[in-house]
């Protein structure tokens, strides 16, 4: 059973930094791209990165996003800087999957407020 789960999230002041951690399990979490998205309150998801070997973002993620993994701990992690009360949403990572199916965690919680 493909399962990821999300952490590391909460309520941070602006201008700090924050790393999400996603733990992957029931798949070979080394041989998938892995990706991290987020959903601001109304608004629509939105990419913020992936890496299958080196991370890439979409042009509007580029400068305070850092994504990482490490394969033998099956983690992925998001890094945010220089947090911005934008930047306040749901987190969520995914594994895409022609195959057998996109999978998503449950998601974790970014709050940035002074």
């Known amino acids: 059973q493909v399962q990821l789960v999300e952490s590391g999230g909460g309520l941070v002041q602006p201008g700090g930094s924050l790393r999400l951690s996603c733990v992957g399990s029931?798949?070979?979490?080394?041989?998938?791209?892995m990706k991290w998205y987020r959903q601001a309150p109304g608004k629509e998801r939105e990419l913020v990165g992936s890496?299958?070997?080196?991370?890439r973002y979409p042009d509007s993620m580029k400068g305070r996003f850092t994504i990482s993994r490490d394969n033998a701990k099956n983690t992925v992690y998001l890094q945010i800087d220089s947090v911005k009360p934008e930047d306040t949403g749901m987190y969520y990572c995914m594994r895409p999957s022609y195959l057998s199916g996109d999978a998503w965690g449950q998601g974790t919680q970014v709050t940035v407020s002074s």
């Open positions: 890496i299958v070997s080196v991370a």
């Open positions: 029931g798949f070979d979490f080394s041989s998938y791209t």
